[in-house]
């Protein structure tokens, strides 16, 4: 079954009708929250005013820090000594306000709507502070502090230094400098967040819209100081990274049902998501790259500022993925680079699908364009001249990789994916489109990018595979899942272990009281971690299936077949014996059939790609169109190319939202002006092309599997290939995205002034 485009056994009951979110529980007694958010982007809290609350019918009460206990700021979900000045917010602010949308109050009611009202009657009295939401503003040595008492809006200095680059650059032919600005963006995913908490037999439970059960037991369990806590994640329609971190939300609902000892709901708007779940990619990169005469690059030096908004609440995991990529798949022989992570007075950041990978390749990509161009190298020549060779892996940079040891590329052709992605795009066929575009007044330019992506990320997942009272076959991961198809690549692989219909597997996940522990569905990594223990596990219990089934038969292990639930001797079918009935064997032995695997992650395997992109610009509008997308891809061994299409046609839609659509604007005193669906556009299925891929498949050697993450690989490059396209087709050096009609049409203006 490994391989095979199995339909996903999650599908009928989502189509159907019958997923269950967090909106969906329906509790006994349930108390409905609404939150009063701060309008101010930094604001000293002078007094808050509940006395018109009052007047709403159906108000249970106000609540601030001090009476739920919540002025402690919340624990660091990463930490990392880098970190000079960490921030965290507390759940309900109580003397200062940092970006506009932060929570202040609570309010409690008996049902949604109530709460809403009461909210807006909650009078707070602020008392206005300097603030900053640019960040090259904020990163200068007087720009106003985002928080009070700050001596630097510097939250962490990260240099990453490796290689003689000073060597490289006194022996270069050329040196480029790109001066690339990358917007800061957010997650639209289709469920908001929400969360539900319930104190039930004197334990606290709560259900959340979350990636990470694991992580959110952990913090919620340290801060109010008690164990008896469980997670559960029901359907989540969609995660794609905030929904990763821990939110004040969580730590507040928690803290009312304890309080209130009824349970309570909160379901996010999509206002407030726009306002305060978690954003990202604002990157400001100033780089030189040195390069031989042939093109080959043989150094990269320069300073990346990024936007970490207001708080710290992933630590440095974002930035720091970013990092260990800038290289992409190219043999950079030595870097120096200074990553300035900095506070603003804006919603704070954390991983978004790829993190901050598809900055890396923006960097890099954009590089490797800016060089060939002023060498006068054809772009894809470019590429294969600078491409790690497929006999160089495991391939190590001299740069210290943030899981530990030196950054070690595992495996991967990446000429043989850009040559898979050559033959799909038609390249021989662009110049006479080109013409045919220049007819009817449009540009049409050709991009090409490619990307790495370090995936699976440890340590493990463990998962336990085992059978029940009847004979059916139970998967056990606390892990959940946001719409990747779990379920049914686990199936899938204890189908070909233990030879079941994939159909018939349970999996039981999403609930930090299941046995077993877990991470965090994040960072492309589920695959390669909680796949290879199902496997592992799976072949566990193959074996001792198969040896109870020997001694019953009286036959060699080897010859035992598995097959339709039921074991049975080679070349004897009528010698049989169902699962259910070894099962019941088992249990009057006072065993149970049930089996622990654990792979542990030593390095990352290390996915690939190439993607080549049409576009058709309309130089009166600005308007990008893209005519044709053509990709590459390698995760390894694809377990279920249906799913892994999948995963890749979002990664990539999302990405053209990144490249052409989507930006989030502050002004200068630290106003968002993006906030509803009508200042902000995201795609629609006309905006998006035909996608068309191939798959090349280069197995990771450090996983029984051989499978490497799928789940961001589609977005990584994309805005680097669409501004190589629009670069292409206009003849000027894209160094910005969103790729907007005003910033195009900025662009031609300045190219045509001066011509």
Known sequence: MIGSPFRRVEDPRLVTGQGRYVDDLRLDGMLHAAFVRSPEAHARIVSIDVSEVDDVEGVVGVFTAADLGLDRPMPIGHPHPLLTDARTAPPLASDEVCYAGQTVAVVVARDRYAAADAADAVWVDYESLPAVADVERAAESDAPAVHEGLESNLMARMPVR??????????????????????????????????????????????????????LRQLLSRYLGREDIRVIAPDVGGGFGPKGNVYPEEYVLAALAIRLGAPVKWIEGRREHLLTTNQQRDLVSDIEVASDQDGRILGLRGRLLHDNGAYAPYGLLL?????????????????????????????PTSPIRGAMRPNAAFIIERAIDAVADRLGIDRFEMRRRNFIPPDAFPYAFDGDARYGGKITYDSGDYEGALD????????????????????????????????VEDTGLGPFEQVRVGLDAEGGVEVTVVTGSQGQGHSTVYAQICASALGVDPASVIVRSAD???????????????????????????????DRLRAMAAERFEAAEADIVLESGSASVAGSPDVIVSFAELAAEAGAAGLTLNELGEHPVQRPPYAFGCHIAEVVVDSETGWVEVDRYSIAH?????????????????????????????????????????????????????????????????PAPDNPLGVKGAGEGGTMPVAAVIASAVDDALGVSVDRYPMTPDVVRAMIEAKTADE
Not at 325 to 336: E, H, K, R
Not at 636 to 662: K, Y
């Open 634 to 698: 390698d995760c390894g061994t694809v377990l279920n190319p249906m799913i892994v299409d999948g995963q890749i046609d979002g990664g990539v839609v999302h990405g053209l939202s990144n490249a052409l659509l989507e930006r989030i604007v502050y002004d200068e005193s630290g106003q968002p002006r993006t906030t509803t669906l009508m200042d902000i556009r995201i795609p629609t299925a006309a905006d998006v092309p035909d996608l068309v891929k191939v798959h090349t498949v280069t």
């Open 512 to 542: 930090s009281d299941l046995p077993g522990t877990g991470k965090s569905t994040v960072a492309s990594r589920t695959a390669v971690t909680a796949g290879s223990s199902t496997l592992l596990a799976a072949e566990a219990l193959a």
């Open 162 to 215: 490796w290689g003689d680059v000073d060597r490289a650059f006194e022996d270069a032919h050329t040196i480029v400098r790109s001066v690339l600005r990358q917007h800061r963006g957010a997650c639209l995913s289709m469920e908001t967040r929400g969360v539900v908490a319930a104190e039930i037999d004197g334990r606290l439970t709560v259900w959340s819209s979350t990636q990470s059960i694991s992580l």
């Open 319 to 347: 930035p720091m993925t970013g990092v260990d990529l800038i290289q992409g798949p190219y043999t950079v022989g030595s870097m120096d680079l200074t990553l300035d992570v900095v506070y603003t007075n804006a919603v």
């Open 420 to 451: 898979a992605v050559i033959e799909l795009a038609d390249l021989e066929g662009f110049e006479r489109r080109r013409r045919d575009s220049a007819l009817d007044g449009r540009l049409r330019g050709i991009g090409v990018a490619a990307y």
